[in-house]
């Protein structure tokens, strides 16, 4: 309970899915959390309920990580709230799978400001917020960055970018004490996946398949490692994506 102590972590993107499972980890490790959320209000208000009525701290915030002014206002209402943070999880992300020849401007500028830009700027942001003593941020990458599915060409890329975000802004926050890491996880039955028809479908029937543990991962498998990076436990790993795919 002790190992995110006194510690103030933002979450992007925590209404569901994986963010909501860091959220709650993140909670039951000790630290306040910001439920960052675009546009699922209820959702964000079940997750932040949940850690709430376990005993932990939370509070939902609303903000679009690709608008600057949303972002601007998120870690202002965090740091009025709870003060100095300690940890961000860059976590908002989307994905639409789709062979080349359907990929449109829109569908580019739509990932890119999201899965890319959101990274920058929620990360630029939080540097007038970190406490003097550094911290740790975590972007979730995913396998799909090595893996490079066909018909994937859109969503792979903006995760070569978040890991190469990763390794630049390591360097470059290290002598402020701030850790920049990754994670990169495999399929996740989560209810993104769910709605994308990923879950019951061929791509994961052949993800499982090359998958050594032979399954899909949950948000459960994902969330303790984002508590490792985020704690003391990860002090000399910077610039690192740490996969978490069961192999794939």
Wanted: with cysteine.
């Amino acid at each position: 309970m002790d190992k995110l102590s006194n510690k103030v972590a933002v979450v992007t993107g925590a209404s569901k899915g994986i963010g909501a499972e860091i959220a709650r980890e993140l909670a039951a490790a000790g630290a306040s959390v910001v439920v960052n959320y675009a546009s699922s209000r209820s959702d964000a208000d079940k997750v932040t309920a949940e850690i709430t009525d376990a005993g932990g701290k939370a509070v939902a915030i609303q903000g679009d990580v690709a608008k600057m002014a949303d972002v601007q206002r998120l870690f202002s209402e965090t740091e009025r709230i709870f003060g100095p943070i300690d940890i961000l999880m860059n976590n908002a992300g989307i994905y639409q799978f789709g062979a080349i020849e359907t990929v449109s401007e829109e569908d580019f500028h739509r990932h890119f400001n999201t899965n890319v830009l959101g990274v920058l700027l929620a990360t630029r942001e939080a540097l007038r917020h970190f406490a003097s003593a550094g911290g740790s941020i975590v972007n979730i990458s995913s396998v799909v960055s090595r893996f490079a599915p066909p018909e994937n060409a859109l969503y792979v890329a903006t995760k070569c970018a978040v890991e190469g975000i990763t390794r630049s802004l390591a360097k470059e926050l290290g002598p402020r004490n701030i850790r920049v890491n990754a994670i990169g996880p495999g399929v996740v039955e989560t209810e993104g996946t769910h709605a994308a028809g990923i879950i019951g479908g061929e791509f994961e029937r052949q993800a499982v398949q090359h998958t050594p543990l032979g399954r899909a991962g949950r948000p459960n498998d994902i969330a303790p490692v984002a508590v490792f990076l985020a704690s003391d436990d990860a002090r000399w790993v910077t610039g690192e994506t740490l996969f978490a795919s069961g192999g794939l």
